[in-house]
T-cell receptor, first 113, second 109 residues
Framework: DAGITQSPRHKVTETGTPVTLRCHQT?????MYWYRQDPGHGLRLIHY???????DKGEVSDGYSVSRSKTEDFLLTLESATSSQTSVYFC????????????FGPGTRLTVL | EDQVTQSPEALRLQEGESSSLNCSYTVSGLRGLFWYRQDPGKGPEFLFT???AGEEKEKERLKATLTKKESFLHITAPKPEDSATYLCAVQSRDDKIIFGKGTRLHILP
């Protein structure tokens, strides 16, 4: 497995609380991505990063922010969690901007009550 | 609008019964089409990349093919360990990656 870890792996929180998910890589890949996966939807891109402090929005970025202060860490923050953000969140990394070299982490299951 | 449609949503096969999964797409300038395998509770695992119509890739019992409008993932003589969800994704000319909803494949022993 590519060296990608996500923490926490499971989290239950209440509506209105802030939540931060962490993705850590040991591969020194340039690109890092946050996706969410929901029943009835394909994986949807939330945000991605193309370098330290360089980030951009994906197709479902509303309600989420990200930060990347080091090559190896990419944080996803839900400023005020809502029930619609209950999902499984996957981090992915790649050396180039593309699908074939994307390696995915194990996922974080987030439940917002 | 760019989109990816996978069919069927779910497929149950007997061990050894060959079949195909379909991924049809509309995208502005295809840069690549990707197949992933996803096991329950895990992240997707990359299988293949196809870049142009007519291209084929093989790995063990799996073969992926590509035309101008769709891709097929052929599974020959499947085994129970091939049971998983198979995801298709496309990359557009502006580097947007769009995933399909997946096909859940169950191989019965």
């Amino acid at each position: 497995d590519a060296g990608i870890t996500q923490s926490p792996r499971h989290k239950v929180t209440e509506t209105g609380t802030p939540v931060t998910l962490r993705c850590h890589q040991t591969e020194n890949h340039r690109y890092m991505y946050w996706y969410r996966q929901d029943p009835g939807h394909g994986l949807r891109l939330i945000h991605y990063s193309y370098g330290v402090k360089d980030t951009d929005k994906g197709e479902v970025s509303d309600g989420y922010s990200v930060s990347r202060s080091k090559t190896e860490d990419f944080l996803l923050t839900l400023e005020s969690a809502t029930s619609s953000q209950t999902s499984v969140y996957f981090c992915a990394i790649s050396d180039v901007r593309g699908g074939d070299t994307q390696y995915f982490g194990p996922g974080t299951r987030l439940t917002v009550l | 609008e760019d989109q990816v449609t996978q069919s069927p949503e779910a497929l149950r096969l007997q061990e050894g019964e060959s079949s195909s999964l379909n991924c049809s797409y509309t995208v502005s300038g295809l840069r690549g089409l990707f197949w992933y395998r996803q096991d329950p509770g895990k992240g997707p695992e990359f299988l293949f990349t196809l870049y142009s119509a007519g291209e084929e890739k093989e790995k063990e019992r799996l073969k992926a093919t590509l035309t101008k409008k769709e891709s097929f993932l052929h599974i020959t003589a499947p085994k129970p360990e091939d049971s998983a969800t198979y995801l298709c994704a496309v990359q557009s000319r502006d580097d947007k990656i769009i995933f399909g909803k997946g096909t859940r494949l169950h191989i019965l022993p």
